[in-house]
């Protein structure tokens, strides 16, 4: 069955560096990854989605990247900041169904 | 104007008792899910609805019933709870196609006592 894993359970980056999350799925490709964002006490809040055949996507100072060989997407967020801290979650969307990564809490230290 | 409100956000209550959580959203989303969250922050889907029928059911016990009276509406009972249930339960909505993104409420803490 399919996995998602997100390798860093935890990660902490000094502020105004790049933060890189990394996702790895097994089995088959999805045609779709997204990318979520997850405050403590609420629900996780979408951010960005990529397609199989993208390479790249990029919001503001969010970058997503997907390569099928590597069945890996890494997350990148630029200019850290201390409001970026959160725990972020990588989803794969089969047939009404999500399966998520068991997420990367990033802390960016002031 | 909450997109996915669930209640009531905490429930302590003491084991085999039966409770229900409720979910609404005025997205005009026609998919919604019921998630649960175990301690080790990990997000399980349990239950997806299309247009108010039961799609995906993840192996869930059939203690827990989940029920749409309509589209906007997707609650979920759970007769006789036990210990393991505690976790927090989060209820989504998302149109039907595979590049939609889903909306979350801020969940619903259960606590057996």
């Known amino acids: 069955s399919q996995k998602i894993e997100q390798n860093s359970e935890a990660l902490n980056i000094q502020e105004g560096k790049t933060a890189t999350l990394t996702c790895n799925y097994t089995?088959?490709?999805?045609?779709?990854l997204q990318w979520y964002r997850q405050d403590p006490g609420r629900g996780p809040v979408f951010l960005l989605l990529?397609?199989?055949?993208?390479k790249e996507k990029r919001k503001e100072r969010l970058k997503v990247t997907f390569d099928t060989t590597l069945k890996q997407s890494l997350f990148h967020i630029t200019a850290s900041q201390p409001a970026d801290s959160a725990t972020y979650l990588c989803?794969?969307?089969?047939?009404?169904?999500?399966?998520f990564g068991t997420g990367t809490r990033l802390k960016v230290l002031a | 104007d909450t997109a996915v409100s669930q209640t009531p956000k905490y429930l302590v209550t003491q084991m085999g008792n039966d409770k229900s959580i409720k979910c609404e959203q005025n997205?005009?989303?026609?998919?919604m899910y019921w998630y649960k969250q175990d301690s080790k922050k990990f997000l399980k889907i349990m239950f997806s609805?299309?247009?108010?029928?039961?799609?995906i059911n993840e192996t869930v016990p059939n203690r827990f019933s989940p029920k749409s009276p309509d589209k906007a509406h997707l609650n979920l009972h759970i007769n006789s709870l036990e210990l393991g249930d505690s976790a927090v339960y989060f209820c989504?909505?998302?149109?039907?196609?595979?590049?939609?993104?889903?909306?979350f409420g801020d969940g619903t803490r259960l606590s057996i006592l």
């Open positions: 990529i397609r199989e055949n993208e």
């Open positions: 089995n088959y490709s999805p045609a779709y």
């Open positions: 997205l005009g989303h026609d998919t």
């Open positions: 989504a909505s998302s149109l039907q196609g595979v590049n939609q993104p889903q909306h």
């Open positions: 989803a794969w969307r089969g047939t009404y169904k999500y399966i």
């Open positions: 609805y299309n247009n108010k029928e039961l799609i």
